[in-house]
């Protein structure tokens, strides 16, 4: 009788055949560091886009230590975990398989690249990728892109596959890289858009220092955060931002444009990102 409390070799053995009847083949491999050029067209990184190697090739990607990669017609996927300036990876159906098991993207690449390791593969070449963005900073940016109309699953902290399909195409709409890694430059067009389009959304508590490593902003001189300065603005009170003022208007549509400039002149003036 198997033991998969107790028993190594059970635990292994039902976990292999777990993942051969989800499809793993073998002798295939399910990972592959590579190096990617800096011309790399960026889009073209996703799990749902599949290339045989030899198009990886033709667009300049080598192993990770600059040998050619093997042309040859297998299907592979790139995969840059920490963007364009991290590590690069070109993975395959195996992988996808073990997604099937384990749907969690960072426990996955994880796990291929430890049996890379131990199989032999030299240590990871890390790159220079930008530091993350914080727990909040995530959770701010999947809740811009929800209320946008794309799906990033659960709004959690987290920046899963889905959260990552949207960041591409929030990146390609700005025209940015499109590595499908969000960073703080992308954090900061979102909030210049939401703010000039719909200065309301800060009732949301969408505050435009989010992403840039500040403390919640507040208004100049009146110690409020932007949200209530929001509320008093709209009940038609006199309040001052980035030495500006907001009239009485009956018209609140009037006083969105000013109200928007204001938030986004304070917000990206003291925390120098734009």
């Not at 300036?85 to 073990?98: H, I, K, Q, S």
């Not at 409020?224 to 030495?243: D, E, Q, T, V, Y």
């Amino acid at each position: 009788a198997r033991n998969l409390l107790r028993s190594t070799p059970d635990v292994l053995a039902s976990t292999a055949n777990y993942l051969a009847g989800l499809g793993w083949r073998r002798g295939e491999p399910w990972l592959t560091e590579v190096h990617v050029p800096a011309n790399m067209p960026w889009q073209e990184a996703d799990l749902d886009i599949k290339l045989p190697r030899s198009k990886w090739a033709a667009y300049g990607v080598t192993l990770a230590d600059g040998r050619p990669l093997t042309a040859d017609d297998l299907p592979a996927s790139l995969l840059l975990p920490m963007g364009r300036f991290g590590a690069a990876f070109l993975v395959y159906e195996n992988f996808r398989v073990y997604l099937q098991w384990n749907n969690a993207l960072v426990y996955s690449t994880t796990a291929a690249y430890l049996a890379t390791r131990i199989a032999g593969a030299p240590p990871l070449r890390r790159g220079n990728p930008p530091p993350p963005l914080a727990f909040n900073d995530v959770k701010a940016l999947q809740t811009m892109l929800s209320h946008a109309g794309y799906d990033v699953g659960k709004v959690d902290g987290f920046l899963g596959l889905k959260t990552r399909q949207a960041v591409k195409a929030m990146q390609m709409k700005y025209g940015l890289p499109a590595d499908s890694y969000p960073t703080t430059e992308l954090l900061a067009r979102m909030r210049t858009s939401l703010l000039e389009r719909d200065p309301e959304k800060l009732a949301l508590g969408l505050d435009p220092r989010v992403g840039t490593g500040l403390p919640p902003a507040r208004s100049p001189g009146t110690g409020l955060s932007f949200p209530s300065m929001l509320r008093r603005a709209k009940a038609g009170r006199k309040r001052s931002c980035s030495n500006k003022k907001l009239e009485r208007d009956d018209d609140l549509r009037k006083s969105r444009p000013a109200l928007a400039a204001c938030i986004v002149t304070q917000s990206y003036e003291t925390s120098g990102v734009l």
